[in-house]
Nanobody, 116 residues
C-alpha cells in the first residue's frame, strides 16, 4: 500500500481557513478519513468519504465548516477547513480502511493550531 502522507497543517487565526492534503491511493481502500487528536481527549473522526461513490459524512463539530474530498486521478485526499476556531486545534491524521471491518491505516499527522 502507498503510505499516507499529510501536508498543509499550520497556524491560522479564528475565522480563517486551511486545507489539508494527503497522498492516498484509493486502490484497495474502502474508506478514507480525517481524524483529529486533541491532548487529553479521544481521537475524533471529523470526516470520511467512501472511495466508491464519494459519499461523505462529518462530525457535528465540523459540519458546515469542513469539506472532505478526493481527487482520484491524483490519488489525493483533502480536508478544506473554513471558519476555523480555537477548538479545532489538534493533530490531524489522514487514515484509510481496506474494508468495513478492517483496521485503520494512519498517516504521521499534521498539526493545526488556531489562535483567537
Amino acid at each position: 500500500q502507498v503510505p499516507l502522507v499529510e501536508s498543509g497543517g499550520g497556524s491560522a487565526q479564528a475565522g480563517g481557513s486551511l486545507r489539508l492534503s494527503c497522498t492516498a491511493s484509493r486502490a484497495n481502500r474502502y474508506l478514507l478519513g480525517w481524524w483529529r487528536q486533541v491532548p487529553g481527549l479521544q481521537r475524533e473522526l471529523v470526516a470520511h468519504i467512501y472511495t466508491s461513490g464519494g459519499t461523505t459524512s462529518y462530525a457535528d463539530s465540523v459540519k458546515g465548516r469542513f469539506t472532505i474530498s478526493q481527487d482520484i486521478p491524483k490519488n489525493m485526499l483533502y480536508l478544506q477547513m473554513n471558519n476555523l476556531q480555537p477548538k479545532d486545534t489538534g493533530m490531524y491524521y489522514c487514515a484509510a480502511k481496506q474494508g468495513l471491518a478492517a483496521a485503520w491505516d494512519w498517516g504521521q499527522g499534521t498539526q493545526v493550531t488556531i489562535s483567537s
